[in-house]
């Protein structure tokens, strides 16, 4: 039916619209446009509109293209995401300033989080006995210790240990650790953590360990470090825990105390 500017339309039902949907353009009636949709089950030829009362959502031609309900509340920033159900949309709030969009820890949705290195507080290890750092997200997967002249008061090795929520493992490490100078190299190894091998109350330890999931919760240590002015450590190692690691320690090996020196950490 042809429709000229002016003149009455006297027949409605032929009056049909063009609607862009699936890559295609599909006519519909017009008159199904307007009024109340059906909302008897999906359409089932081409050209047809109906309600999906129970999802909000607007169904057109066989095989239906969807229109989902927009959300409500939006702000500049949002993002519309999908759901589980192809016939719903929802709104992802915007993130904080210089978060990044990324897939969750679960990979079951999208979030907003912060992006790179997530930098810890430095601990000045001038005392004490550990140092520790709790609430490491779940979605880290690569954690770096920095040691700036960490120094013991006698002949303990440094050791750093891993663990869940539940609080650090002490047990099933498999760490080697060698110590490099003059004289010629020393190795030593450890079940009880990831070791450093500065053994002299004269030793002062600057480096940084690198902790790296390998799978699940495997994780994989190397370290390298100047630990004097002529002498300097490298140590490797892997431990699996028996949960998600949420928490580090820094001790030692015995009973000396820290007397010198800072640490921080860092993850992503």
Known sequence: MEIVSGQA????????????????LVHVPASSLFGTLPQDGDPTAEGQIKW????????????PSVFPEYPD????GDLIV???????????????????????????????????????????????????????PASASEITIKFAGVSLSGTDAILVQIGPSGGVETTGYLSTATFHSGTGNTMTNSTA???????????????????????GNQWVSSFHGKITTTSS???????????????????????N???????NVAWQ
Request: charged share 15%; hydrophobic share 40%; proline share 1%.
């Open 257 to 263: 105390t820290f007397d010198a020196g800072a640490l």
């Open 82 to 136: 999908g759901t589980a159900d192809a016939r719903q949309v929802k709104r992802l709030a915007k993130g904080s300033a210089l978060q990044i969009l990324r897939v969750n820890a679960a990979g079951t949705d999208l979030e907003f989080a912060s992006g790179g290195l997530t930098q810890g507080t430095s601990i000045a290890t001038t005392s004490g006995t550990a140092h520790s750092y709790t609430g490491i």
């Open 233 to 255: 450590a490298s140590s490797a190692g892997d431990k699996t825990l028996a949960g998600t690691l949420d928490r580090l320690t820094v001790t030692r090996t015995g009973t």
């Open 73 to 76: 509340s939006m702000a500049l």
């Open 52 to 63: 999906d009362a129970a999802k909000k959502a607007i169904l057109v031609g066989d095989d």
């Open 9 to 24: 339309v006297t027949d409605p039902s032929q009056v049909r619209v063009l609607i862009y949907a699936r890559g295609r």
């Open 193 to 215: 953590g990831f070791l450093i091998p500065a053994s002299n109350a004269a030793h002062v330890t600057s480096g940084i360990m690198t902790i790296t999931k390998l799978t």
